[in-house]
């Protein structure tokens, strides 16, 4: 999905910073702007500051600052796309038309689907609680030991045995037979409409935002002829690679623990759950995809995959590493004994157990995938082998550190030297590749890495705070003169648009950095439009003083060639140059006197 700019513009100017903000924390009024604890760190008095005027947040304490998409991002963990579509919902901004995703599909029609879904959750429910003929499916719940009370908190249900009975409910309510249809509820048949989770356990599927978005069903009679679970197929709202099942209320517990527990089903989750463990996901029904992963990292800095203790396990936990790998988070394995599955082992040994367990028998992902080949390749004596069958993985880590540790683990597992494991790697890696050292590739990106000049982000800042004073200004700067390009860009695009306000400018700003920093100058009280003229003439001032300098490499260099005449060119245009300097210098000492007795 690609926003233009200007729509982005409109979603800012039409909601609130204050209501946003709101939305999640309790703010209060202190004179112009609102205060409130920070979120982002714990403390018990506020710091936390909102400006309405200027539409940025700034945290006195940890220094969190920023718009409220910003804010969105870093509190609710979202992308700038994501963040940009909770502030059009609150807006009322339709972005359906800039989605790149084949059949745009306006708000009001995933609303409807999100209606839908949640009528059939509501009576699916209400079946198994009430209905005679879900009484196998009541049984079924309790042999497994689940509570009524986490039957209600996962609001499971039953799909009932008539062809047709969500069909028909759905339809009395008022939804169209076709939206029902793509909702994934139901499909057509020769005379009608037909139930597709029929005598099924049903399980409700949640986006992050707690809205329920599909629904899982397992059968209750064991039938080859028939799928042991069925989801949702994919729809506008249902995207099955990129949800993960109980998100939505393992969320805080992910963030508090910094840990998310990945069991491979449903059930995993809601026994985990139900024995006070609930940082625990599942992915629905499928292998773990990338995008689960990316996903994830956002709310956390490691994931423990714990899957079944049978062989089929085991390889799904070979499997969710290779698929892991790239994501920039740490990653670890434990296999339950005896064959069981997560579910079986907490309810049968309680939540303590479950986690002691874990914290005794957890692995690193190498050290789970040397001991995963060590059953096809005996570490003696087909050695080579064996480090072969893991060097694809590791050549796979992004982290230079990692790496480096995950063959120090191969060379300690396979009792040789670390330098012929390194040896064997880089032959590895290098077969039709040209490798790039790592310390090159560090020392490339740290010269990449740009610090805003002192000056320059004042200036810039104080722009983006006082758009109305670029009148007295875009005489003195030109865009030359600012050396960081990020500014020099934000800086066109102000002389560009000189009718676009405080909050459309900052809302232009795709880096959060820059947009943290700007922010933190709109909470200090003693910036004013004033100031704005002054850090315009410093700012010229210091690219007349790098021109001087330049200047006089020149004439060194034309010195060295007995260039005279370019010599003289040069003299003159450093004479010119140096009393333009002094001429600042004057202004900038007579505004600083005037400053002192305006004060």
Known sequence: ?????????????????????????????????????CPFHNEKTPSFSISEEKGLYHCFGCGASGNAVGFLMDYQKLSFIEAIENLARIAGVDLSRYSNDGEA???????????????????????LLTSEEAKIARDYLKKRGLSAETIKTFQLGYGGKEWTSLSSYLIKQGFREEDIIRAGLSSRGNTGLYDRFRDRVIF???NRDGRVVGFGGRVLKENEQVAKYLNTQETPIFHKGSLLFAFHMARDEIIKKKEAIMVEGYMDVIGLFQNGIKNAVAPLGTSLTESQMMFLKRFCDSVFFVFDGDEAGVKAANRALDIAVKSPIKKKVAILPGGKDPFDYVMQYGGTSFIHYLEKRKLEAVDFKLR??????????????????????????????EREESLKKIAGYVEENFSVI?????????????AVSTLRKIQEKREKKEQYPRVEIEFISLLALFPDGLSQIESVVTPEMIENEELRGLYEFILRNPDKNSSEICGSIENPELLKVIAAYAQREDLKEGNLKEMAYKLKFNYISREVGRIKNLIEEYEKAANYQE?????????????????????????????????
């Open 372 to 401: 995963y080949f060590s059953r096809v390749f005996d570490k003696k004596k087909d050695k080579a082998k064996l480090v072969m069958s893991i060097l694809p993985y590791v050549s796979q880590i992004d982290s230079a550190i």
């Open 204 to 206: 409700p599927i949640f």
């Open 422 to 434: 390194v040896d064997e790697y880089q032959n590895y890696v290098q077969k039709g590749k040209n």
């Open 105 to 127: 599909v306006s708000n009001s029609e995933k609303e409807i689907l999100y209606k839908i879904n949640k009528e059939a959750m509501k009576f699916f429910h209400n079946l």
């Open 1 to 37: 999905m690609v926003i233009p700019q200007q729509v982005i513009d409109d979603i800012l100017n039409r909601v609130s910073i204050v209501d946003v903000i709101g939305r999640y924390i309790d703010i209060k009024r202190s004179g112009k702007n609102y205060v409130a604890l």
């Open 567 to 599: 010599i003289k060119k040069c003299h003159e245009v450093q004479m010119r140059l140096q009393e333009e300097k002094n001429m600042i210098e004057k202004t900038l000492k007579e505004y600083a006197r005037e400053m002192e007795l305006s004060e």
